[in-house]
């Protein structure tokens, strides 16, 4: 099943990205981490697509098992 969006920024913040202030209307996110990698986060209603989260993970620059936690 796939992850709603307030799970995904849930686990982003986990991670160290910080979401940005919002700048006006839009229905977008920006998330950053300290080292600079920067994660856009539609908001959603429902869940994220499989497409959209892995290039969410992507960005992030991590795998499922560590985004999961499941990564020692």
């Not at 099943?1 to 995904?8: A, F, H, L, R």
């Not at 849930?10 to 600079?36: A, C, I, S, T």
């Not at 856009?40 to 993970?57: C, D, Q, T």
């Amino acid at each position: 099943m796939p992850p709603k969006t307030s799970e995904v920024a849930r686990k982003l913040e986990r991670l160290g990205f910080k979401p940005l202030p919002r700048r006006g209307k839009g229905g977008r996110r920006v998330h950053v981490h300290p080292d600079g990698r920067k994660v856009v986060l539609p908001m959603l209603s429902g869940e994220v697509p499989w497409s959209l989260f892995k290039a969410i993970l992507k960005q992030a620059g991590v795998t499922e098992e560590s985004f999961a936690g499941r990564e020692p």
